[in-house]
């Protein structure tokens, strides 16, 4: 969508959010905007306001439940969801049945991207409670008029059973829990490579499917396709992952997307990611910052789309980032060299401080017969790709815990807390 398409998109939801929403009207009347055409050029733009998680919080706390960033009356929305909550307090988010529509064709446009169609069988692999996490893909995949079969409730091996019995070929869940399947279904004495007919994984919530390594271990596991998507519960669903694989699209007909140096705030070729959507009037974001650290790629993609590309997705949380020794240290990277090496089973870290320096400590579960050879092979990895010595230890197979949904597998105990994914 060109520029001028995405603005008039904006003055059309300034219009009732402008007279209605007490939230929005304040931010915007305090830098002189009253009226839809006061916003006419990106320049323009450019000069709203930032929102962020904290203060949207801080609001819900000081006008509970839902806060003040409501453009209709309550009566007109059909729809609670939550966020994860991995990132600080959850906040509620509500949806109109117009709302809800859009959500729904942003996940059709992720399907076809990935080349699913309505002759496809989906599991979504999700406890369906009020976090909004796959609810959305669910509602996505009835517009697409493909079969999706209920498993709320089911425990990962009643899940790979009714993917085998129910013939699925697209299963959506997060990078972490793909992985747990699988290793249930090993466990269990399952090929799935042989016995299933999935062909395409979708992933969302962490950055594990744009992951050189996690995106092969997922698609060794299943010998499938892994599809990478990116979003949030206050924002929607904004990345697009094409067939061709180069990176994750902006959806630019839905967003407004921006990326500023995390300090000047000033465009650039990697920083944070900025989002206002422009199909949710009911409950908006404008100005987002969304704490996703991420990369433009500077060519177009073969896939014929004009859309920007972000290189590598969602490279890590600007708030998760671990500051070890002086370095910058993602989660995300650790795991990309962690689960280079195909004999690691699982990991954890923690960071920790000592009175001279910080340290860094990984446990290992391996299924090397001579576990202590691949802990000292994933240390050197760590040094080598960071620059950084961290202590690898091996641990006896089940001893690390496993996930359903997002993983959260490094602590910070200098600060008691403990570093996650996007919610």
Same mark, same amino acid.
């Given at each position: 969508m060109d520029t001028q398409t995405q603005l008039h998109r904006l003055r059309e939801m300034l219009a009732p959010v402008l007279e209605t929403n007490t939230f929005y009207r304040r931010k915007l009347t305090e830098v002189r905007v009253t009226h839809p055409n006061d916003v006419q050029t990106m320049a323009d733009y450019q000069q709203l306001p930032f929102t962020t998680k904290e203060e949207l919080s801080a609001d819900q706390v000081l006008h509970?439940? =839902?806060?003040?960033? +409501?453009?209709?009356? +309550? /009566?007109q929305y059909t729809r609670l969801h939550r966020t994860s909550g991995t990132t600080g307090s959850p906040l509620r988010w509500l949806d109109t049945a117009e709302s809800w529509e859009w959500w729904g064709k942003c996940w059709r446009e992720i399907y076809r991207a990935a080349g699913v169609t309505s002759a496809d069988r989906l599991m979504i692999a999700f406890s369906f409670g009020p976090f909004i996490g796959f609810w959305s893909a669910y509602h996505g995949a009835q517009q697409l008029g493909a079969l999706t079969i209920p498993n709320g409730g089911m425990t990962s091996v009643q899940r790979i059973r009714a993917i085998l019995s129910n013939n699925i070929t697209v299963l959506v869940c997060t990078p972490t829990y793909a992985l747990r399947l699988a290793e249930v279904a090993a466990q269990a004495g399952i090929d799935l490579r042989r016995e299933s007919q999935v062909r395409v994984t979708i992933h969302a919530g962490e950055p594990g499917a744009s992951l050189p390594a996690t995106k092969q271990r997922i698609e060794t596991c299943w010998g499938a396709r892994a599809y990478d998507h990116a979003g949030a519960t206050e924002v929607g669903a904004w990345g697009v992952m094409c067939e061709p694989q180069a990176g994750v699209h902006l959806n630019e007909n839905e967003f407004i997307c921006e990326v500023l140096d995390a300090e000047t705030d000033k465009p650039a070729a990697e920083g944070e990611l900025v989002i206002t959507n422009l199909g949710r009037i009911g409950m908006p974001i %404008?100005? =987002?910052?969304?704490?996703? =650290?991420?990369?433009?790629?500077?060519?177009?993609?073969e896939c014929g789309r004009d859309s920007r590309v972000l290189e590598g997705g969602v490279i890590g949380r600007l708030d998760?980032?671990?500051? %070890?020794?002086? +370095?910058?240290? =993602?989660?995300?990277? +650790? /795991?990309?060299i962690i689960l280079k090496f195909p004999d690691v089973r699982e990991f954890a870290g923690r960071v920790y401080g000592t009175e001279t320096l910080d340290e860094l400590e990984i446990q290992i579960e391996s299924l090397n017969p001579h576990p202590a050879d691949t802990a000292a092979a994933v240390a050197?990895? %760590?040094?080598g790709d960071l620059g950084l010595r961290a202590v690898v230890k091996a641990v006896p197979l089940g001893t690390l815990p496993r996930y359903e949904l997002k993983s959260n597998r490094l602590t910070d105990e200098r600060s008691a807390q403990t570093t996650s994914p996007s919610s």
């Open positions: 509970p439940p =839902y806060g003040t960033n +409501l453009t209709f009356p +309550l /009566e %404008i100005r =987002y910052r969304t704490g996703d =650290y991420v990369k433009h790629r500077a060519s177009p993609c998760n980032a671990l500051i %070890i020794r002086g +370095l910058n240290v =993602y989660p995300a990277t +650790l /795991e990309n050197a990895a %760590i040094r």
